[in-house]
């Protein structure tokens, strides 16, 4: 009687099993998205498994192409011996999360573009963004820690709209990654869409940010360097003042037009 108990509670335990491994694939996966790229001691360490388990999942993931392997710069490595791997999803690991109606966002944009122009396009973009920073206020007092915060509040928004974004500090001033983009693939084609999130950015933090990389152009994540400097200010001179020596006028540069995409 045992036995056949024991025998009808296998069927239950193979679909539990099953489960909890796609929970841990699931987890695997995020990680790799977040923090990529990282080693296979980081995620085990961060998401308690063993050594063998972590290989199991990343050696599933590169089998079926959602993940690739690299070797860490020598700067990176710590202690001896050959430069630790590292892992990070591939495009089509991020296309797996999830494109929303990709091929209808194109089609409606080309539409927008031929009745308006390029003008309707950065006009929509603008209000797309801000839909998505809306309620964030400009950032009213330039000091490191006010900026670092106000780059959080502006992660938080874009996380909340499905970009998974965090802030780091990295030298003299805050990153804003975002790890995942529900819209690269259009935004491949309207480079549109990242240069009103950069504007945005420079608008809300009052400070001019470089946009260091995009997965619209194929990198692994966009990443936004914001400085943590003070802004100068220009303070008029006094009436003791002596008179400043004029300076030469130099003809204006053409201004660049910065599409918030990486330089290829």
């Known amino acids: 009687m045992n036995t056949e108990r024991q025998q009808g509670a296998r069927p239950s335990a193979a679909p539990a099993a099953a489960a909890g491994e796609g929970h841990t694939r699931a987890?695997?996966?995020?990680?790799?998205?977040?923090?990529?790229?990282?080693?296979?001691?980081?995620?085990?360490?961060?998401?308690?498994?063993?050594?063998?388990?972590?290989?199991?999942?990343?050696?599933?993931?590169?089998?079926?192409?959602?993940?690739?392997?690299?070797?860490?710069?020598?700067?990176?490595?710590?202690?001896?011996?050959?430069?630790?791997?590292?892992?990070?999803?591939?495009?089509?690991?991020?296309?797996?999360?999830?494109?929303?109606?990709?091929d209808l966002a194109g089609a409606a944009m080309r539409q927008l573009r031929e009745i308006g122009g390029e003008n309707a396009i950065m006009d929509f973009a603008r209000r797309r963004v801000g839909v998505i920073v809306a309620g964030i206020d400009r950032l009213a007092q330039h000091t490191p820690a006010a900026t670092s915060e106000k780059a959080e509040e502006i992660a938080e928004a874009f996380s909340d709209a499905g970009f998974a974004a965090t802030t780091r500090k990295v030298g003299s001033g805050v990153q804003i990654c975002q790890h995942h983009?529900?819209?690269?693939?259009?935004?491949?084609?309207?480079?549109?869409?990242?240069?009103?999130?950069?504007?945005?950015?420079?608008?809300?933090?009052?400070?001019?940010v470089q946009r260091l990389a995009t997965i619209a152009n194929g990198d692994c994540a966009c990443t936004t360097h914001v400085?943590?400097?003070?802004?100068?200010?220009?303070?008029?001179?006094?009436?003791?003042?002596?008179?400043?020596?004029?300076?030469?006028?130099?003809?204006?540069?053409?201004a660049r037009n910065d599409s918030g995409r990486s330089a290829e």
């Open 181 to 208: 983009c529900p819209v690269s693939h259009v935004a491949e084609e309207f480079p549109e869409l990242c240069a009103a999130e950069l504007e945005a950015f420079r608008e809300l933090l009052g400070t001019h």
């Open 227 to 254: 400085p943590l400097s003070v802004p100068p200010t220009s303070n008029p001179p006094t009436s003791n003042a002596q008179p400043a020596t004029r300076a030469v006028v130099q003809p204006a540069t053409a």
């Open 27 to 102: 987890a695997v996966v995020q990680l790799l998205l977040e923090e990529g790229p990282i080693t296979a001691t980081a995620i085990g360490q961060r998401l308690g498994l063993s050594p063998a388990g972590v290989r199991r999942h990343l050696d599933a993931l590169i089998e079926s192409g959602e993940a690739r392997a690299m070797r860490s710069a020598p700067w990176q490595q710590q202690g001896r011996g050959r430069p630790a791997k590292q892992f990070q999803l591939t495009a089509a690991g991020r296309g797996r999360l999830g494109h929303a109606y990709d």
